[in-house]
Nanobody, 124 residues
Framework: QVQLVESGGGLVQPGGSLRLSCSAS????????MGWFRQAPGKEREFVST????????LYPDSVKGRFAISRDNAKNTVYLQMNSLKPEDTAVYYC?????????????????WGQGTQVTVSS
């Protein structure tokens, strides 16, 4: 069983930055692709970013491309999401997810384990 714990959320002004972290335990982290998703109030959960086992392959939707960057440190069993130029529409609960396959994926159903989420609020 894999446990995922997100941290780093909070309140930030438009144009600001935040760095989310997701710490994994209970499995072989370097075997997993990892993803970040978000869910705003009244909306469905949506894909934000994914990274393969080595960090050599990443993917983003157009809504965050060029502003967000996913990375991982397999020695620390941690995946990160650097968020820059934040907008009010980025406000959501952000979830970390693990996939027990090494290749990237964008669909919710492709992920096997989920964290509890961390709130990100972008507001002046």
């Amino acid at each position: 069983q894999v446990q995922l714990v997100e941290s780093g959320g909070g309140l930030v002004q438009p144009g600001g930055s935040l760095r989310l972290s997701c710490s994994a335990s209970g499995g072989t982290f370097s075997n997993y692709a990892m993803g970040w998703f978000r869910q705003a109030p009244g909306k469905e959960r949506e894909f934000v970013s994914t990274i393969n086992w080595s960090g050599g392959s990443t993917l983003y939707p157009d809504s965050v491309k060029g502003r967000f960057a996913i990375s991982r440190d397999n020695a620390k069993n941690t995946v990160y999401l650097q968020m820059n130029s934040l907008k009010p529409e980025d406000t959501a609960v952000y979830y970390c997810a693990a996939r027990i396959r090494p290749v990237i994926a964008t669909k919710i159903a492709s992920y096997d384990y989920w964290g509890q989420g961390t709130q990100v609020t972008v507001s002046s």
